[in-house]
């Protein structure tokens, strides 16, 4: 009988340890699914953001590209230079003419949602399909968030540009659609000193961007950002507030990545 009994609580006591090793190798076993899970998504986060990268960075240098070929034609630079057009005057023709070139343009330059050409000259303002000769009463087909005409002039067409500068996203309604884009203005000609002789405003459609970003996992708490080389944030996904450990001026150029709390600079 007390052989039996031993024997119980041997095999009771066999169990429970087997029992004990099994349960702390499934914790094992959970950890390291979670570790090679974690290190996966951030291995295809880190593919996502490269790709995106240089996505990215070839829609902006597109974008500049166009301004330097904007030079070279000769159109825009006849209409850049010409004064208010007189009713019934065939110099109508050039404005015709460059909103043409400026359809072309944007036609094979995917990713660009409008162009707009400003000439100080003749205080007249292009786009792909329109030309606004009185640019404060038209403003209403092409409004910016939370701008009002002589506003929006003041920020896009009236300060001088030196250099490409580049604004954060921005909700615009163009045509009766509404729509984000970051917008990207220099003067014209390029690097001119102390004044402009006209600008050009490039609209970059912010929906490829966060598309892009939109394949990144990034988990319950986790955010994407993109920024440029002072630290401005251009554009968001997945987060309408700014990170709290993020500081505006931070020197940083590329994405931040949130997963699992846990930040990640790219």
């Known amino acids: 009988m007390q052989k039996f009994k031993s024997a119980i ?86 404005v015709i003419d460059t909103m043409a070139n400026i359809s072309n343009y944007k036609i094979t330059n995917n990713g660009i949602a409008e162009i707009f050409l400003y000439s100080k000259k003749s205080d007249y303002l292009l786009s792909s399909k329109n030309a606004y000769m009185n640019i404060e009463m038209s403003y209403p087909l092409y409004s910016f968030d939370n701008l009002n005409a002589r506003q929006w002039m003041t920020k896009y067409l009236k300060t001088y540009t030196p250099n490409m500068s580049i604004f954060p996203k921005t909700k615009v309604t163009l045509d009766n659609t509404t729509r984000f884009v970051i917008p990207l203005v220099t003067g014209y000609p390029l690097n001119t000193y102390k004044q402009d002789d006209g600008k050009v405003l490039i609209l970059i459609d912010d929906n490829i961007i966060s598309t892009m970003l939109a394949n990144l996992k990034l988990g319950k708490n986790g955010f994407a950002i993109l920024v440029d080389k002072k630290g401005q944030i251009l554009s968001t996904y997945n987060r309408k507030d700014i990170p709290l450990n993020y500081v505006p001026g931070m020197n940083i150029n590329g994405s931040i990545i949130g997963f699992d709390k846990k930040e990640y600079i790219l």
């Open 9 to 94: 609580k041997i095999s009771m006591v066999t169990t429970i340890v087997i029992m004990g090793v099994s349960i702390l190798f499934l914790f094992y076993n959970q950890i390291e699914f979670a570790n090679k899970y974690k290190k996966t998504v951030l291995s295809k986060n880190q593919a996502i953001l490269d790709l995106s990268s240089a996505s990215i960075d070839k829609l902006f240098a597109q974008s500049m590209g166009l301004t330097n070929m904007f030079l070279l034609d000769l159109n825009i630079n006849e209409f850049m230079y010409q004064e208010k057009v007189v009713e019934g005057s065939s110099k109508i023709q050039t």
